[in-house]
Structure formats: structure tokens, C-alpha cells
């Protein structure tokens, strides 16, 4: 940055150059992560797979929004069952 073309009665010294540098403070893809209700704890969604039920995670991208990007996500059983329930992948 130059300082110059005064007007009235400004006087220029020196020194009256100087330099900027703007360095990047941020992930350009952005951060993903899941929001609970309260926005303090952890997410939790308890379902009785015995009705039918929809339960919503909110996913939220903060700091950063150059580009798509995208998600994977699974859900597992907690029991001794086994295999996937679900799974898929989200775009932002």
C-alpha cells in the first residue's frame, strides 16, 4: 500500500509505503459436522424400530464454501445383529 496524492494541507514523510500480506486462516472445503438440538452435546437419535419412525441429523458446513464437497455416512446396528441399516453419500 502506497499513501499518495494528498489533498488540503497533508505532507507526506516517510515512511508511506508499506506491505500486506493476507495468508489463507480457513480450510476451503470447510469444516462438516453434525448439530444436535441444543448445539451443545453430542448428537443422539434413539428410534423403536418396532414404528415407523424418521428421525433428522442436521449436517452443518462451516468454515469454508469453495466447492462441493461430500459426506458418507452408515448406520450400524448396536446389538448383535449385523449388517448395514443404511448408507449413502450427502453433497454440499
Known sequence: MILSSPTGDVVLVAPNKTSILITSNDNPAGILSLRS?????????QLNED?????????VR???????VSVNWEIVRNDTGSGLVGHTTWFF
Open 37 to 45: 438440538p441444543d448445539m451443545v452435546s453430542a448428537p443422539v437419535s
Open 51 to 59: 414404528k415407523d419412525v424418521d428421525t433428522v441429523f442436521t449436517v
Open 62 to 68: 462451516s468454515a469454508g464454501s469453495f466447492g462441493t
